[in-house]
């Protein structure tokens, strides 16, 4: 014990008044020292975490990455367990349009969208108006969006037969109509 003890800068007395003083705390199965609590000395996902009502914490999530949200979460659980914080990380959580799109700047995303597919596109508009609402991003999304649609041609449109023949007029709901010459049909 007096190994441990020394080895971490404590006396053996010290070390056995701790592991007295706490005695429903884990306890280090060779020295027998209480370890410590790791919900208590979990540190908040950012700086001023603590201090934050539940309100701010709320508004203040749309600035922070996929992983900051996940250290929220994992933080509120351990913590604080505030439903309407957990609801608005269900609604903020989410798969991010591009591999570490987080940490991307702005130029870094302006490069990706220009080798993107449009269904990309649209995943990293989503996603920055959800998130980060880069006014840069948003244009450059819009330009490229409204680039990679007009270079893809629409699809013809379906082309319509009339049933009796080219020259048949054709009826909505009950297909070919009768021709009528309304000088033959008289008053």
Do not use: W
Not at 6 to 20: M, N, P, W
Not at 33 to 48: I, K
Not at 73 to 83: A, P, T
Not at 143 to 170: E, F, L, N, T, W
Request: charged share 30%; aromatic share 6%.
């Amino acid at each position: 014990m007096k190994i441990f003890g020394a080895r971490e800068g404590l006396s053996a007395d010290h070390a056995s008044a701790q592991a007295k003083s706490a005695p429903d705390a884990p306890r280090d199965p060779v020295g027998g020292v209480a370890l410590p609590d790791p919900v208590a000395e979990a540190r908040p996902p950012f700086a001023g975490y603590d201090r934050l009502n539940e309100r701010q914490v709320i508004e203040g999530l749309r600035d922070h990455s996929q992983v900051e949200l996940e250290a929220v979460e994992s933080y509120e659980r351990s913590h604080k367990s505030r439903g309407p914080v957990f609801d608005k990380l269900r609604y903020m959580r989410g798969r991010e349009p591009l591999p570490g799109y987080d940490a991307l700047s702005v130029e870094e995303v302006v490069t990706a969208l220009e080798d993107a597919n449009l269904a990309t596109i649209k995943r990293v508009r989503g996603y920055e108006r959800k998130f980060a609402t880069r006014r840069d991003v948003l244009e450059e999304v819009a330009r490229v969006h409204h680039r990679r649609q007009a270079a893809q041609p629409c699809g013809a449109a379906p082309s319509y037969k009339a049933i009796g023949g080219p020259d048949q007029p054709m009826n909505a709901t009950s297909g070919p109509s009768p021709t009528l010459d309304r000088r033959e049909a008289g008053p």
